[in-house]
């Protein structure tokens, strides 16, 4: 099944400094709902363990990530592959970050999913609103991280062509 995602998140801090926090690997480990664990192998390559729960179904998956594309402080492109226990996914999403006129950022974000297994015979609907929900918490983590004042080091970049997932 193919879901397609779009939203946009303000952000209460300027483009450089949300550019720091969406390309440290610790803030994301932090930020992303259900992650047990996250692991840069590369500066272009993650490796996460995500739990994420849909009604009944509760899988653990093993994510390959891969930043695609990167245009300091105005676009990230990512690819994702996750397999749990008859469940999997592959997903590719963008980030347009611009300035808002009072200073602050907006996240402008797209993505789309092939999801298989038990979690798409759930539908669309249903993970639809579940994805909408933790996308929003990612976003409000986020936020909570640049108004603590955590610190944050961009440290992810675009792969080479040669090393897309």
Do not use: H
């Amino acid at each position: 099944m193919t879901m397609e995602f779009s939203g946009t998140a303000e952000l209460d801090a300027n483009r450089e400094t949300a550019w720091a926090y969406f390309t440290d690997p610790d803030v994301l480990a932090r930020c992303a709902p259900g992650c047990k664990s996250m692991t840069a192998k590369s500066s272009s390559e993650l490796e996460a363990t995500l739990s994420v729960g849909v009604g009944s179904v509760r899988p653990t998956f093993d994510v390959d990530i891969v930043i695609t594309e990167s245009q300091y402080p105005a676009l990230l492109r990512m690819a994702a592959d996750g397999d749990a226990s008859r469940n999997a996914f592959e997903t590719t999403a963008e980030m347009q970050l611009r300035e808002a006129e009072d200073g602050t950022s907006v996240a402008e974000w797209t993505a789309s999913a092939e999801v298989s297994g038990l979690l798409a015979s759930l539908g669309q609907r249903a993970l639809g609103s579940v994805t909408q929900r933790l996308v929003g918490s990612f976003f409000d983590d986020l936020e909570d991280e640049i108004q603590s004042g955590a610190p944050a080091e961009s440290r992810l970049e675009a792969a080479e062509a040669s090393e897309t997932v």
